[in-house]
């Protein structure tokens, strides 16, 4: 089974913290991506990565950025953590091609 | 612009009963169309898609969707609800015209509630 492996399921941060989100997909998938989950609003598009190195802006990126440097893992990261950052993050993977999404688990943020 | 639209926030079934929820989508070329389902504080699961071929899709747990392209719909579909179907579906479309490439556009979600 493909795992799309998120290191924290809940962080508790300050405004103004630098926060790492990890992301280990085990599949060997080319793409990933990380999307934020809010009530009402459903899921929207942070960054997306297509190849080792290679990012691009999704539909919401102002306040993140993103690294990666090994096939398998996909780090979001906020520089200056703001309340309204607090928010559900998704990270998923998917193969080259018309392939489904997998996703993990996600990782709860609280900025207070 | 590439959309998705889930008219209903909430779905409320008794358990036996069939269950519809709908979708449609706006796009600028020939859709790729998903269905995910998620239970309280998971991930989202893939339940199917339709790439191309036969309307009628059939995916995991007994659902299956419709491909409408007249109406653009994609409606998710059950003949008989079970409690355990009570979760937070996804409709997601891939526009293959949209910058993001192989990402998937979401729609808001809708809420199923299946009473026994």
């Known amino acids: 089974d493909v795992k799309v492996t998120q290191s924290s399921r809940y962080l508790v941060k300050r405004t103004g913290e630098k926060v790492f989100l990890e992301c280990v997909q085990d599949?060997?998938?080319?793409?990933m991506f990380w999307y934020r989950q809010d009530p009402g609003l459903g899921l929207r598009l942070i960054y997306f990565?297509?190849?080792?190195?290679?990012?691009e802006k999704g539909d919401i990126p102002e306040g993140y950025s993103v690294s990666r440097e090994k096939k398998e893992r996909f780090s979001l990261i906020l520089e200056s953590a703001s309340t309204n950052q607090t928010s559900m993050y998704l990270c998923?993977?998917?193969?080259?091609?018309?392939?489904?999404?997998?996703f993990g688990e996600g990782s709860r943020l609280t900025v207070l | 612009a590439q959309s998705v639209a889930q008219p209903e926030d909430q779905v409320n079934v008794a358990e036996g009963n069939p269950l519809t929820v709908k979708c449609t989508y706006s796009?600028?070329?020939?859709?790729?169309l998903f269905w995910y389902v998620q239970y309280p504080n998971r991930g989202l699961q893939f339940l199917l898609k339709?790439?191309?071929?036969?309307?009628l899709v059939k995916g995991s747990y007994g659902f299956e969707a419709e491909f409408n392209k007249s109406q653009t719909s994609f409606h998710l579909k059950k003949p008989s609800a079970l409690v355990s179907d009570s979760a937070l579906y996804f409709c997601?479309?891939?526009?293959?015209?949209?910058?993001?490439?192989?990402?998937?556009?979401f729609g808001k979600g809708t809420t199923l509630s299946v009473s026994s």
């Open positions: 599949m060997d998938h080319e793409n």
């Open positions: 339709y790439i191309t071929g036969d309307n």
């Open positions: 998923a993977s998917s193969r080259r091609g018309a392939g489904e999404l997998f």
């Open positions: 796009v600028s070329g020939n859709p790729y």
């Open positions: 997601a479309v891939r526009d293959p015209g949209y910058q993001a490439g192989t990402a998937l556009i």
């Open positions: 990565s297509y190849d080792v190195k290679m990012k």
